[in-house]
């Protein structure tokens, strides 16, 4: 399951880091990868605004800023693709096969 995560998370990291590479060549400008925040609000601006409003309110105040504004500003290709190597990371591995056991 993990290796599938890790599988899951580098298909989007190569997708998301192609997607950035197309925007910014066809322009003739260098390379430039959007954050998680724009991706987020293209993709869903409600949910992105709920998340805001609810962590806003909490208690604890180091939530929004500087941990989730950090996570929003951040590229996401990057991230996906630490993401990717993390899942990759922590898979089982398979024992080995003992002598005279039947696989």
């Known amino acids: 399951m993990r290796t599938m995560f890790a599988l899951?998370?580098?298909?989007?990291?190569?997708?998301?880091?192609?997607?950035d590479w197309q925007a910014t060549m066809a322009q003739g400008e260098?390379?430039?990868?959007?954050?998680?925040g724009t991706?987020?609000?293209g993709l869903s601006p409600g949910t992105l605004e709920s998340i805001s409003?609810?962590?806003q309110g909490l208690e604890t105040p180091l939530l929004w800023d500087p941990a989730l504004v950090t996570f929003l500003s951040a590229p996401l290709a990057p991230m996906l693709l630490v993401l990717a190597i993390f899942f990759f990371v922590i898979r089982r591995k398979a024992e080995p096969m003992r002598h005279?056991?039947?696989a």
């Open 8 to 19: 899951v998370f580098f298909v989007l990291a190569a997708w998301r880091g192609y997607i």
């Open 100 to 102: 005279g056991e039947m």
């Open 30 to 36: 260098d390379l430039a990868m959007a954050n998680a």
């Open 53 to 55: 409003v609810w962590a």
């Open 39 to 41: 991706v987020w609000l």
